[in-house]
């Protein structure tokens, strides 16, 4: 069974390959939105060709392509993004040929015309992106806060996304635990992406440009987690002048430096807690001597001199946290994040892309018990990935990814539960897995992206020859309704070992699953449908039924250090997701309604999560 599937992947694969074709009497129209102030790409742009009422979006590079133009006529095309002003140019399209047109926009009025509105509908007509949410920085910040702006925080927001209180900013994504979501910073997973027992984010805003969430639904280029994407991607830098600042916040002060390099920018940004007194208030005044910091450099060279076309990428990025009682008598408490990480992302002559990615992200948790009751506790967890994927995109306007990505991980665990049993887990395994998918686009009125991840090897002992199809379709029936849905299989190879229990988590080691489990895996239906009353509002509606196999849970009988630490469970999840957006200048008014039900089963004990929240409601204007 499992060859069979491995042939028919290959097969897939070689004739959508031996498809590319270029038409003779179409052109394409390619080049990269930037910032005119700054020189920073701008992603998730809009493009749109007046005459032919079609447009795309810029990718997270902010390169765009439009094919299956006809050539040797003149079009106008009209660029916007929300907080600049529109640019409108004129562009005749060659023959078998791809136009480059390079447009910078400069910051302006944050309102779109009636045309671009037009043209957004126009990009997303067919657009597979059910549970997918684009995220801007100045979203964020507009949005209400406790301290100051925080990316994880603004997740409450969503339907869907369920939080267990003010005190953390963990969040849990339909019915799934938190160590089931995967974050990504720059393509390099984090692996602990909180401060302050999880008060708040490592992520300072101020280092992002953009973000995309998948809720659910993800297709074929994620993998290793089972129920949601957080992918981030850090700022370029300012490649026309230099430029700094610095904030204090009433828990933190910042400082952002940023300029340009030859063929390139770099961009570096710091924030560390000064003022610990503020955390009391999220712990009913109890005192926390808190320390936490973070970091994040990154260089970019783009000489056309030495590679045409190439883009490079040197990214570092390092956070820590200490918790010093001053007091014998309690334990104490250090983590931290290292990342570092190489990208080289590259354009050809044809309609081709790809992306080159390495990374290392290193976790290191230790408690430190001193004289306290506390365990003595200490893990440590190495992540070594290599990922290398390409896009085709045909005339047709189909296009084609494929890929593949080899992870190594290494983790070391000392850990001593509440009954004194200490225990001593070593574990290293590698992942190599391939994925391809082909997104059918062709019809203005639906799209479908059909692919699939196949683990040849697992990280852990039970995760090999795992076969992992997705699929998602839109469906647009009428220009003011799409109906939208997905599904797919996924595998997780890294978990948690944590207490339920504990309103604030102190200490959730990292580790491969082990071979006495089944490797975690999840099954994701979801099916909903996206209505534009007029240019002004919108509602989306989801429902979503999410099934849980060999998901791991604490093994609170164990007793002797022979017992096993971990427990396999299954679990379910399904829900009613509704939202709404009004935007009329100068408001915008949105909200959102979440039924949900979640729960648990672990050996043979059916129990409900603190995350399973019945009813969730959001206001926000």
Same mark, same amino acid.
């Given at each position: ?20 074709? +270029? ?320 990208? &080289? ?141 997905? &599904? ?18 102190? +200490? ?28 002004? &509002? ?66 043979? &004990? ?16």
């Amino acid at each position: 069974m499992n060859l069979k599937y491995c042939l028919l992947f290959s097969i897939i694969v070689c004739c959508l390959i031996s498809n590319i074709t +270029f038409s003779q009497s179409n052109g394409k129209l390619r080049g990269i939105i930037k910032d005119r102030s700054s020189g920073e790409t701008l992603s998730f742009a809009n493009v749109y060709i007046k005459e032919l009422h079609i447009g795309t979006s810029t990718d997270k590079h902010g390169y765009y392509l439009i094919s299956s133009l006809p050539a040797n006529k003149e079009y106008t095309v009209i660029v916007s993004y929300i907080g600049y002003l529109s640019t409108i140019k004129k562009v005749v399209i060659q023959p078998n040929k791809i136009t480059k047109l390079d447009i910078l926009l400069l910051p302006g009025e944050n309102e779109l015309q009636t045309i671009e509105k037009i043209g957004e509908r126009v990009i997303e007509k067919n657009e597979t992106d059910i549970g997918l949410k684009r995220i801007s920085i100045k979203s964020i910040k507009a949005l209400p806060k406790g301290v100051e702006s925080d990316v994880f925080r603004s997740l409450q927001y969503m339907p869907g996304v369920n939080i267990t209180g003010d005190v953390s900013a963990k969040f849990y994504v339909r019915g799934s635990d938190n160590n089931q979501n995967l974050i990504l910073l720059n393509g390099a997973p984090i692996y602990n992406p909180f401060h302050a027992l999880g008060l708040f984010s490592v992520i300072d805003p101020e280092m992002i440009k953009d973000i995309k969430f998948f809720k659910g639904g993800f297709t074929s280029e994620y993998g290793g987690r089972l129920s949601s994407v957080m992918d981030l991607i850090t700022i370029d830098g300012n490649r026309n002048n230099f430029s700094g600042q610095a904030s204090l916040s009433l828990l933190t002060a910042k400082t952002k430096i940023e300029g340009p390099i030859p063929g390139g920018s770099f961009a570096f940004t710091a924030r560390k807690s000064y003022y610990s007194s503020i955390l009391k208030k999220f712990l009913n005044n109890k005192t926390i001597p808190y320390d936490f910091y973070d970091a994040s450099f990154k260089i970019n060279y783009a000489n056309q001199n030495f590679i045409p076309g190439a883009k490079f990428v040197i990214h570092y990025f390092l956070s820590g946290d200490k918790f010093n009682n001053k007091n014998f008598l309690k334990e104490d408490f250090k983590f931290s994040n290292n990342i570092f990480g190489f990208s &080289w992302f590259q354009v050809y002559d044809a309609p081709l892309f790809s992306e080159l990615n390495i990374s290392v992200s290193k976790f290191d948790g230790e408690v430190i018990p001193n004289f306290s009751t506390a365990g003595a506790d200490k893990n440590e967890l190495t992540d070594i990935t290599f990922n290398y994927k390409f896009n085709y995109i045909y005339d047709s306007k189909d296009e084609i990814a494929a890929g593949l990505q080899i992870t190594s991980v290494k983790d070391k665990l000392a850990i001593e539960n509440n009954s004194g049993t200490f225990s001593s887990i070593q574990n290293s395994g590698a992942n190599f897995s391939l994925f391809a998918k082909y997104k059918f686009l062709k019809i203005e009125e639906f799209g479908l992206d059909v692919g699939a991840r196949y683990n040849f090897n697992g990280i852990s002992k039970n995760g090999s020859n795992f076969f992992e199809p997705r699929i998602s379709f839109t469906f647009r029936p009428a220009v003011f309704l799409a109906l939208k849905g997905a &599904w797919g299989i996924y595998q997780q190879e890294v978990t948690t070992i944590t207490d339920e229990n504990e309103v604030i988590s102190l +200490f959730e080691p990292y580790v491969i699953v082990p071979a006495y489990l089944q490797t975690p895996k999840a099954m994701h239906y979801s099916l909903g449908a996206e209505i534009f009353f007029n240019d002004y &509002w919108k509602m989306n509606s989801e429902v979503y039924y999410k099934k849980l196999d060999n998901i791991t849970a604490l093994n609170e009988d164990k007793k002797f250090s022979s017992d096993p630490d971990l427990v396999s469970a299954t679990g379910e999840s399904y829900g009613l997701e509704l939202s709404s957006e009004l935007t009329y200048k100068p408001f915008k008014f949105l909200s959102s309604y979440t039924l949900s039900y979640a729960y648990k089963e672990v050996k043979k &004990w059916i129990y409900y999560p603190r995350y399973d929240s019945r009813h969730f409601i959001n206001f926000i204007l």
